[in-house]
């Protein structure tokens, strides 16, 4: 008898982990019927969509997000209590929207597996208990989270970080700066601003700013901008500056990380991607005042990119908040780039991180954990 999944991804992240899932069940042989909450990634793979991605938003604390988010949770309780009936509910990421879903799909008897979970780890620890109250087994991408979870008594298994099996080989410098109209005899500087739309208003005119600045100390520089293929383009555009004449690149961002020689980063995933090709780079964050002191009362820990996490020391600078100034990470790209001993102690780091993180192909792990459970 065929059994019943159904994932639920909040973000494009989550829906590209979530899409390999289900490609990986898929090569194993495994009978199984799949819905979700996804984007095109996982309606790709053959996944009926109960809703799609790009009407959530995963940001924010205004009423109406709220609202859509209740509305959302209504339906589809509703609708896998009465109508879908899966024999197991994977959530991806997503954390605020997940655990309140698990809570009531606890409560009918559904099993519940939570891949990627939230990262109780760097803040707000008390969700560690709710996941021990409504999670069946947490699926690790960290290799110090098992130790965490096993202490207070939860079911997880280590799956390794999906970064390592899904990350794209570095692409070809020359053939990529030929494509894009770079000079190959010049260093280029990639500036990430993020992929949501409060972090480019936030980043976006210090992130130009810092370019002009060097631009003007080092005129053999050059630099381009990295447009998130989640955003829309009269999104992006509108926090761009005309006069700076940043060349803009879309939708190839793990190249773009491949071949710069310095990265100007928003905090995030990009960072651990970055840390994998060993590209030097800088973290600068700030975001409104009201969530950044929310912030500040629910860390555990003072390190925000994750690779300075990972190896519990600070490899990367991070830049947060009022310090988050052009001048200050002009002069921190400068020694990344000019300084040849700071530069080699950041490559020779970050080769430390990725031989810290698991070779296992995650999804692949996730995918037979879910067929055995499903197999019972």
């Avoid at 207070?152 to 390592?164: D, Q, R, S």
């Amino acid at each position: 008898m065929t059994k019943k999944i159904f994932i639920i991804s909040g973000e494009y992240s989550g829906n590209i982990h979530a899409s390999n899932v289900v490609k990986e069940l898929h090569n194993i042989g495994s009978d199984v019927e799949i819905e979700g909450i996804g984007g095109d990634d996982l309606s790709s793979c053959g996944v009926k969509l109960f809703e799609h991605i790009k009407n959530l938003s995963s940001v924010g604390i205004s009423p109406q997000i709220l609202i859509k988010h209740i509305k959302l949770g209504k339906a589809l309780i509703k609708y896998l209590k009465e109508d879908f009936k899966p024999d197991l509910v994977l959530l991806i990421d997503y954390g605020g929207f997940n655990l309140t879903i698990a809570k009531y799909l606890k409560e009918i008897g559904t099993k519940i597996y939570y891949y990627i979970p939230p990262q109780v780890w760097a803040s707000r620890k008390y969700r560690i208990k709710r996941i021990k109250k409504y999670v069946d087994k947490v699926l690790c991408i960290f290799p110090f989270e098992p130790k965490l979870y096993s202490s207070y008594g939860i079911e997880n298994h280590y799956c390794g970080h999906p970064l390592i099996s899904q990350l794209p080989s570095p692409a070809g410098r020359i053939s990529f700066f030929k494509a894009h109209g770079f000079d190959t005899e010049r260093k280029l500087i990639s500036i990430f601003p993020g992929s949501r739309e409060f972090e480019l208003r936030n980043l976006m005119p210090v992130f130009i700013n810092t370019a002009k600045i060097l631009q003007k100390r080092h005129p053999e520089l050059q630099f381009c901008i990295s447009h998130a293929p989640n955003l829309q383009d009269e999104v992006f555009d509108k926090y761009l500056d005309s006069s700076s004449n940043l060349k803009i690149i879309k939708g190839e961002n793990q190249a773009l990380l491949s071949v710069s020689d310095a990265l100007i980063l928003a905090s995030g995933t990009v960072a651990l991607e970055a840390c994998l090709y060993k590209t030097p780079m800088i973290i600068a964050y700030r975001g409104p005042k009201i969530l950044y002191w929310i912030y500040l009362l629910v860390r555990c820990i003072k390190r925000v990119s994750l690779p300075n996490i990972i190896a519990d020391k600070s490899i990367i600078p991070e830049i947060i908040e009022d310090d988050v100034k052009p001048e200050i990470i002009a002069d921190e790209i400068e020694k990344i780039l000019y300084d040849e001993n700071a530069r080699k102690n950041m490559v020779d780091e970050l080769s430390k991180v990725k031989n810290l993180l698991s070779s296992k192909n995650s999804a692949l792990e996730v995918a037979k954990i879910i067929d055995t459970e499903l197999s019972l």
